[in-house]
T-cell receptor, first 113, second 117 residues
Framework: DAGVTQSPTHLIKTRGQQVTLRCSPK?????VSWYQQALGQGPQFIFQ???????QRGNFPDRFSGHQYPNYSSELNVNALLLGDSALYLC????????????FGSGTRLTVV | AQKVTQAQTEISVVEKEDVTLDCVYE???????LFWYKQPPSGELVFLIR??????QNEISGRYSWNFQKSTSSFNFTITASQVVDSAVYFC??????????????FGGGTRLMVKP
């Protein structure tokens, strides 16, 4: 049983560019959340998707947007990249909106130069 | 607003020593969930335990044990007879229980545990 799959694993972008990160949730999970983890820090909640809608959002600017597809997979888009956006982006899926059974992927390491 | 504090940023022990990782949390909710996750160098967060705010029973799972004390808002994690494979970053997290809303996890800053042979 595959867990949470994220792609790509590593990415290097130039300041000002746009990036799309992808996540396939664990089988049976319909809720996807995204977290940003800067080096040496704990993950910070970006937003959560359920039934193809953003249900909850953390303290992140509108440059961060997302999407969930009917098959529950999700994308995280970041526009106008800043150097400070360099981080590990983690996707977590759960079988319910309460999020009590989170499963995390291995993340996408984004470096902005 | 919810907050999780892990005051120990880094701990180094010798194999077979016992080690306790501290976690203190803040929340205004009476119903909430506390978690511990392990993050090895691969980056994936590995779930270790979830505890709800109404269950203050301590839990033991093999070499791992957890001590939840609402009176001090703490949820500490002890590894008995540590092993080199326990080396990782450990995160404590809090989730408030809301109706009809997604429940985000608020993480502490993490504690890096290094177990030396």
């Amino acid at each position: 049983d595959a867990g949470v799959t994220q792609s790509p694993t590593h990415l290097i972008k130039t300041r000002g560019q746009q990036v799309t990160l992808r996540c396939s949730p664990k089988s049976g999970h319909d809720t996807v959340s995204w977290y940003q983890q800067a080096l040496g820090q704990g993950p910070q909640f970006i937003f959560q998707y359920y039934e193809e809608e953003e249900r909850q959002r953390g303290n992140f600017p509108d440059r961060f947007s997302g999407h969930q597809y009917p098959n529950y997979s999700s994308e995280l888009n970041v526009n106008a990249l800043l150097l400070g956006d360099s981080a590990l982006y983690l996707c977590a899926s759960s079988p319910d909106r309460a999020g009590y059974g989170y499963t995390f992927g291995s993340g996408t390491r984004l470096t902005v130069v | 607003a919810q907050k999780v504090t892990q005051a120990q940023t880094e701990i180094s022990v010798v194999e077979k020593e016992d080690v306790t990782l501290d976690c203190v949390y803040e929340t205004r909710d009476t119903t909430y969930y506390l978690f511990w996750y392990k993050q090895p160098p691969s980056g994936e967060l590995v779930f270790l335990i979830r505890r709800n705010s109404f269950d203050e029973q301590n839990e033991i799972s093999g070499r791992y044990s957890w001590n939840f004390q609402k009176s001090t808002s703490s949820f500490n994690f002890t590894i008995t007879a540590s092993q080199v494979v326990d080396s990782a970053v450990y995160f404590c997290a809090l989730s408030e229980a809301h109706n009809n809303a997604g429940n985000m996890l608020t993480f502490g800053g993490g504690t890096r545990l290094m177990v030396k042979p």
